[in-house]
Structures are given as structure tokens and as C-alpha cells.
């Protein structure tokens, strides 16, 4: 196994980890399977800032190319703020790519791990 | 001149060791009084939902484990109406605290519904006392550690994010005490004899947050957890 390779997976392990413990706030992750990560791309419809949770709502096409309205559910806006998320990191009619934990429900709700914009570069939403 | 000159010297060289006494119980009274500091912004070290962890059993009452049967934390928490938490919960609660020492009380500023609470040092529970979200804290030092007793809680809140329930009777003590300088502890011992067959204890770590500042923090948009869309 080369080096790359290596911290590749020391990586991802990692990543697992921290995910599988985040410090949410206001009310538990009881409602999502915190054990799948999910990606929905799609376009920013709305950016709510808000407390107890913030929320970003984006439309996307499924398989079928019908058109589904996602929402992701993020942490408070003091503790996003403090993790170099601001009102507006993203805005109406932005390209994104949503990942994280969809509600055990099957909503299309998710709890939010992380974005990634139109040019790749990704921004976290774990507070903990 | 020569005398006036010592004269100065010694006034001014007076006047710095009177100063940091002076401002220093400005700044902090209960440095003054030689009571522990536990001043700083704080936030829990790892978010515990249930302080009782699957694989292991709360000592209920028969009450109690009906209480909790009936627990939902999608439908029925009492935080998704934006209720104050009540203690123990709100120390559990994953958003920063800080925490100010004036005289006669130490006060917890929590970020979660900028709640305001109150720990008094000088006097004994009231009599007859309101049954409240947070009840009624009195405090003492213990060498380096706070202890404080609460009763007087209403019945509304959960003990922790999975339903834990209570009762009026509820009574939490707890043990705050600073393990080293960035490391803050609450040691609980909860007990509450219409709920639970004995008492319990849980704990919970702090990590320092220098250079954090309390968020304004208002519950007003929870549509999309408590209001089926």
C-alpha cells in the first residue's frame, strides 16, 4: 500500500468517525440514519438563517427526472458561524452538491454534513 | 529632597501593589474572596442524547417507565415547542455557556434560549418555592469545587434529549469543579423518588473556548421539526 493510498483511508476512517458522534443542537439526530451518507446536486432555492436550526433548501431531479424539494437541516447559527458559515455562504440559484443523513421517515429532510459548490470546493457543517 | 524623592518612590511602588488588588476584584469579586475561578466561555466536550446509553436501564418506578414509553423525540420533547430545557439538560445541551462569578451568585450564560442561570451562594432554598423550568440553585465551595443543590423544578422537561421524565420531586446536586486550567467538569447525582427507585449520577465535561462570545440565540423557527410539513 503507497503512502497515498494510505492516508486516503486513514482519511475516510476518520471522516467516519467524526461523523458517526457530531454535536447537534436543540434536538437529537434520533429522526436520521446517521449511518448512510446521502448527495443530492442540485439549486439553492432558499438559504434559511435561522435558530434553533438553519436550513437550505434545494431543487433537484431524481432518477426519473422529476423535480424533488430537498431540505437540509443544519446546526444553530452561532455555532455555524463559528465554523465560517455566514448568511449568505450560499444563495438562490447556486449550484451545490448536499451531503448528509436522510430522516429514517423518507422525507427528503436530510441533516446536513457538508456542501460542496459548483467549483469543487467543499465547506463542512459539523459544529461539534 | 533627598527624603522627598524615597517619599515618591515608595508611593508609587504602593500605589503598584494596591493596583492589581483594586482592579483585579473589579474585574472578578470572587477572585478576591480566594473562591475557585470557573469563569470562561465553555462547551461540552461530546453530546450525550441519553444519559443512559442503550445497553443499560434507568432505575425506574413503574411511573417512570410509563413516563418513557410515551417519550417521542420527534413529537412530544418539550424543546421542540422552544421550552427551556431545565436542569440537568440544559447542561448537557451542545451550544456554549458562560459562566460569571459576581458576589453572591454564579451565573450561567447559556447560548441555548440565551437562558440566564442562576446559582446563589449566600443563602438556602426558599420556602415554598414556585415549581420552575430551572428551580431554584443554592451554591458552596468545596475546596476547588461548586456544589450545587437544585429542587423546585416544574414537571414539563426530560432529564436528557431521549425522554429521561421527572417529577416536582426532582432533585439534582451537582459537583463543578475545574480539572486543569481548559477542563471543566459537572458531576450529577439525580434523584427523584416517584420517577426512580435510586439515585443516579451522570457527568459531563467542558472544553475552554477562549475568544468565543455568547451567541444571540432565539427558538423561532421550528416549523420543520415540530409542524408536520
Known sequence: ???????LLFALAAGFILASSPAFAHHST?????????????????????????????????????VVEWTAEMASIGMLSRVNWKRDTVKPGDEITIYGYRAKNGKTLMRLDKIAFANGQELSARVG | MRNRWKASILGVAALLLVLPAIFGQAA???????APDLTGVWL????????????????????????FKKADTQVNDPNLACLPHGIPRLMFVPLPMEIFQVPDRVLMYQEAGNQLRQI?????????????????????????????DTIGFNDVT????????????????????????T??????????????????????????????????YVCDNNKYVYHEK
Not at chain 1, 1 to 7: G, V
Not at chain 1, 31 to 37: F, I, K, P, V
Not at chain 2, 28 to 34: F, I, L, Q, V, Y
Not at chain 2, 205 to 212: A, N, R
Open chain 1, 30 to 66: 434520533a429522526e436520521y440514519d446517521m449511518t448512510t451518507l446521502t448527495a443530492v446536486k442540485g439549486t439553492v432555492t432558499q438559504f434559511e438563517w435561522s435558530n434553533p436550526h438553519a436550513y437550505i433548501h434545494v431543487e433537484a431531479k431524481d432518477d426519473k427526472g422529476n
Open chain 2, 120 to 148: 446563589h451562594m449566600n443563602r438556602d432554598h426558599k420556602k415554598d418555592l414556585d415549581p420552575t423550568y430551572n428551580g431554584d440553585s443554592v451554591g458552596k465551595w468545596e475546596g476547588g469545587t461548586l456544589v450545587v
Open chain 2, 28 to 34: 472578578n469579586p470572587s477572585k478576591a474572596t480566594g
Open chain 2, 158 to 181: 426530560w432529564l436528557d434529549h431521549a425522554g429521561l421524565p421527572h417529577t416536582e420531586s426532582l432533585h439534582v446536586v451537582e459537583r463543578i469543579h475545574r480539572v486543569d486550567h
Open chain 2, 44 to 67: 461540552i466536550d461530546h453530546f450525550q442524547p441519553a444519559l443512559f446509553p442503550k445497553g443499560t436501564t434507568p432505575p425506574f418506578t413503574p411511573w417512570g417507565e410509563a413516563q
Open chain 1, 1 to 7: 500500500m503507497n503512502t497515498k493510498r494510505f492516508m
Open chain 2, 183 to 216: 477542563t471543566l467538569v459537572d458531576d450529577f447525582t439525580i434523584e427523584d423518588p416517584k420517577a426512580y427507585t435510586k439515585p443516579w449520577a451522570a457527568s459531563q465535561t467542558y472544553h475552554l473556548k477562549p475568544g468565543w462570545e455568547i451567541a444571540e
